[in-house]
């Protein structure tokens, strides 16, 4: 059934969201009548901490393929449902397990640190996972000596070495989306916009990362942006982020961080834009498409997500 007018389409979402004792939760990148609709929206730690103690019966992944993977990890007794199956990750992707597993074994003795953008297959062979929000004190968390593989994301490796001093073994991995952030673009808004600050999140290239005035995961650019005495701030993560940004910062001005080669002034990620208000209707009515992980996968891979989580919650994260 198409239910096509918008109102009726968020009425009807409620709805089945309390018939069938269901929660949604949505990333900051997923448009934004579906995170107006959420029960929660935030970043990956946070989404993967409120799958883990929801009492839910089902729960709606409104993100990309691994988030759906990750809280159906955490709670393999309850069906999770994301509304477009095909809403992958590049940087996911650019980590084949098989690939991994080559590399971990030509690095004998390393612990094995992965972001949480990875495959289930992935999270089996890692020892920790970490988002942006807990990598720096995660990494920190184990002693100096300690030899680390850290993959999938390149720029966010090399901007945690840069920050804690290690030499961490770096997967050559990235985001197509993060990838693309022009530094010349950047320059020349800042100079239309001279009291502007830059936030970046760190899976853009170092250049980017260099001219930023705030460095963070979509938590921490939100939180930078709502503390900071600045009016005007230039972006450059997934545009998405930019609807928390204005609706807690009314009196701000946000401005999208434009890409390398496209005519667009903003940058989105087509994989997170998948997902749209009808397909999520279409997802608690039917019930489909529903995330499954075989139970050998489920077991290994929960272990180094929920070290993650423990190390957190002791870090007040
Ligand atoms: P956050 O954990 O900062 O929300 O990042 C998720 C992501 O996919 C960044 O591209
Ligand atoms: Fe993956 Fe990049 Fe999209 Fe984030 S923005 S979900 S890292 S492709």
Request: glycine fraction near 4%; include cysteine; charged fraction near 20%.
């Amino acid at each position: 059934m198409m239910v096509n007018n918008n109102v009726n389409l968020i009425q009807a979402i409620k709805d089945l969201k309390k018939e069938k004792n269901a929660i949604i939760l949505a990333h900051y990148y997923q448009e934004s009548e579906i995170q107006d609709i959420a029960d929660f929206v935030g970043d990956s730690l946070a989404l993967a901490q409120w799958a883990a103690k929801t009492d839910a019966d089902i729960i709606v992944l409104c993100g990309v393929h691994f988030m759906g993977e990750t809280a159906k990890i955490l709670c393999p007794e309850k069906r999770v449902f994301v509304p477009d199956l095909n809403a992958g990750c590049s940087l996911a992707d650019s980590c084949p397990a098989d690939e991994f597993e080559k590399f971990i074994k030509a690095h004998p003795g390393h612990t094995v640190i992965s972001y949480v953008n990875t495959t289930a297959a992935v999270k089996t062979l890692t020892d920790v996972v970490v988002t942006s929000t807990n990598a720096r004190q995660i990494v920190d968390s184990f002693p100096p000596e300690t030899k680390i593989i850290f993959g999938p994301d390149e720029n966010l490796g090399n901007y945690i070495n840069s920050l804690t001093g290690r030499n961490m073994v770096l997967w050559k991995g990235a985001c197509h989306v993060h990838e693309q952030f022009s530094l010349e673009k950047i320059l020349a808004l800042k100079k239309e916009h001279p009291n502007a600050l830059v936030l970046a999140h760190p899976e853009c290239k170092s250049v980017i990362l260099k001219i930023a005035d705030c460095i963070g995961s979509t938590s921490g650019l939100l939180k930078f942006a709502g503390n900071s005495p600045s009016k005007e701030f230039i972006v450059a993560t997934e545009s998405g982020i930019l609807h928390q940004m204005q609706q807690k910062n009314p009196d701000k001005i946000f401005i999208p961080a434009p890409p390398n080669d496209s005519t667009c002034a903003c940058n989105e990620c087509n994989f997170m834009k998948l997902n749209t208000l009808q397909k999520l209707y279409n997802c608690l009515k039917n019930e489909t498409p529903e995330i499954f992980i075989p139970e050998e996968i489920q077991k290994k891979a929960v272990k180094p997500i929920r070290k993650m989580l423990e190390i957190s919650e002791k870090l007040g994260l």
